[in-house]
């Protein structure tokens, strides 16, 4: 039997791939570890065209143009920690905290996309200044270890409380005069309205 292949242009010895190490690309991750116990999901910045998995929040900014994410989907932390495995390793994340809002959280950004030093809060959409971007570990991980951000009386209680501030005729009204004000929208103004809610809690 003879081996028909100069029509294809195809030489099976002169074009054999040079790798054959196994390659999988890095999961861009931001947000606190998984075993802090939180709700993420998968978001796009369209802008962007990137993807990336973070903690869900009121409201998602990207930390590539710092606008409002889309959510494609939404995982556990048990999902997150099987799906990204190795690019959750400690050695592969570093801590960060945003100057703006204080929101602190783990990323392994630098990883996945060398060379770049813009980056923004997903928190407040706020760029982060690079020399303000990297902070102790021990600080950042004293922000999720308490065992009381995890009990479900705890997270009950905050999340019913959250739900009537946002949903109060006084947060609505605020939120549309501010809005007015600043030339934004009103998720917006709510959220920034929570960031100084948050800021002012004392230490």
């Known amino acids: 039997m003879k081996l028909l292949v100069e029509s ?17 690309p890095v999961y861009l991750f931001r947000g606190p570890p998984p075993d802090a ?66 929101a602190a959280f783990s990323d392994n950004f630098h990883l996945g996309l060398k060379g770049r030093e813009d980056f923004f809060c997903h928190r ?6 690079e020399g303000e971007k990297v902070m102790s570990s021990t600080r950042v991980s004293s922000s999720f270890s308490s065992p009381i951000t995890k009990d479900p009386r705890v997270l009950d209680f ?10 109060s005729t006084q947060m609505h009204e605020l939120a549309e005069r501010i809005s007015l004000k600043y030339n934004v929208d009103s998720e917006k103004a709510k959220h920034d309205i929570l960031i100084v809610l948050k800021q002012s809690i004392p230490n």
């Open 124 to 129: 407040c959409g706020c760029q982060i200044p």
């Open 8 to 24: 294809s242009g195809y030489y099976p010895y002169s074009m054999k791939p040079i790798d054959y190490q196994p390659y999988r």
């Open 37 to 102: 116990g939180f709700s993420y999901g998968l978001f796009e910045d369209e802008e962007a065209g990137k993807k990336y998995y973070a903690d869900l929040g009121l409201d998602s900014f990207s930390p590539l143009s710092g606008k409002s994410a889309k959510l494609l989907e939404e995982l556990s932390s048990d999902e997150i920690k099987k799906l990204l495995a190795d690019d959750l390793k400690k050695d592969h994340l570093r801590e960060c905290e945003c100057s703006n809002c204080g």
């Open 158 to 167: 905050v999340s019913k409380g959250l739900s009537s501030l946002m949903n």
